[in-house]
């Protein structure tokens, strides 16, 4: 009986090893990938669409030489255009430090004139006095009670005068000390200058290629054919990309611990101020095309920042043809957010960002002409309304950063 009783002891505690090990390898097997194995397939999938673009230009010959050019030029364009922020923010900060430590020259200047002004005040009170040297009013001894008092405020102003030469001398010090760093400020300023312009030269040359490049490619796509042609394999690219990152997104969930982007339907707000040019689903005009609008394009001023709609991933941030700089958000539940067409973007695959967060700056990169942002909203890779989740002008929001 007691034999038994110990076996099945036994066999109960092997139970509960097997039950341990069980969950610690399957939790192992099952864990969420890490940030930097989610960063590395998304570029992967980047990679393997950057090489399907440029084997396509290779392709299209003339044309896709065109291309190539105008992604170059796009790119550069947004390079140079962030070198051109974080310049002029160096150039600002500079500019501010300069006032701010003239300000403070300009205060211990007034301290030192103060001290002056006590200092000349003592000597002249000294010199009232009548001038007299220690060893002097020692020497005349005619009434002992004067001479006592005499001293006691002898030796009071000489400390006094000790005391203002000291404060004197360290504001001194202090306003050499200021005025240093204002001439490495004032250096510094005038490098930024100097950077900015050979930037800002660099930038005009670049645009002045891009056009030429967009002339060019409107030369040679002439007929409504070819147009037509061009609108459907960029619509069918875009979509073979989609799939692809869902793809890679499938296991990867988008951690979001407040109530989730598909309760947020009609509470969000609009990526970039503007309005709509066109309406979701609308038949679109270009070359006699029969393809309707997956997505809004909203008409604003080059330069303006775009918002991410919504807390979630950046899944794609990289040149597309016919999309020009094209950043998508995943933002879990199955839903994702394009912006395409612009300037510069801030965020790279793989970082998170919040509702409001900075992703681009607009532009017209991709061939257009004029400024603005192309916008979809997916879900499960199938374009809905935009309008049927942002209802809010971009203008309304309050953004503390950024």
Not at 315 to 327: D, K, T, V, Y
């Amino acid at each position: 009986m007691q034999q038994d009783r110990f076996y099945l002891i036994r066999n109960v505690q092997c139970r509960w090893v097997w039950v341990c090990l069980w969950v610690i390898l399957s939790s192992s097997v099952f864990a969420e990938p890490s940030q930097q194995e989610t960063e590395k397939k998304l570029a992967k999938v980047q990679e393997q669409i950057r090489k399907s673009q440029q084997k396509l230009e290779q392709q299209r010959g003339e044309l896709g030489e065109l291309e190539k050019q105008l992604r170059e030029s796009d790119k550069s364009i947004g390079e140079l255009n962030l070198q051109l922020g974080t310049t002029e923010a160096h150039l600002k900060n500079s500019q501010e430090k300069i006032a701010a430590l003239q300000a403070e020259e300009h205060q211990l200047q007034k301290q030192l004139s103060r001290h002056r002004n006590i200092l000349y005040a003592q000597i002249r009170s000294e010199y009232q006095y009548g001038g007299q040297q220690k060893l002097k009013l020692l020497l005349n001894q005619q009434e002992p009670d004067k001479l006592g008092r005499d001293l006691v405020y002898y030796d009071y102003l000489h400390r006094a005068r000790l005391s203002e030469i000291e404060k004197a001398k360290q504001i001194l010090v202090s306003v050499s000390e200021v005025q240093a760093e204002i001439k490495q400020q004032e250096q510094l300023a005038l490098q930024a200058k100097q950077k900015l312009l050979q930037e800002k030269t660099s930038l005009v040359q670049v645009q002045g290629k891009r056009k030429n490049t967009i002339t060019s490619l409107n030369k040679s796509v002439t007929s409504e054919k070819q147009k037509l042609l061009d609108l459907e394999s960029n619509e069918k690219q875009l979509k073979s990309v989609i799939e692809k990152l869902r793809a890679a997104l499938a296991d990867i969930p988008v951690i979001d611990q407040r109530k989730g982007f598909s309760k947020s339907k009609g509470k969000l707000y609009w990526p970039v101020v503007g309005k709509p040019s066109n309406k979701f689903g609308q038949r679109r005009n270009e070359a006699g095309s029969k393809l309707n609008w997956q997505g809004v394009f909203i008409p604003s001023n080059e330069g303006n920042n775009v918002r991410s709609i919504y807390h979630g991933r950046v899944a794609f941030a990289e040149w597309m043809r016919g999309l020009g700089l094209l950043i998508i958000v995943d933002h879990g539940d199955g839903f994702m957010s394009l912006y395409g067409h612009n300037q510069s973007l801030f965020k790279q695959v793989g970082e998170w960002v919040d509702a409001g967060e900075r992703l681009a700056t607009v532009g017209r990169s991709g061939g257009n002409t004029k400024p603005g942002l192309y916008f979809e909203v997916r879900k499960k890779g199938d374009p809905v309304n935009p309008a049927n989740w942002c209802s809010k002008p971009a203008s309304s929001r309050k953004i503390s950063s950024n």
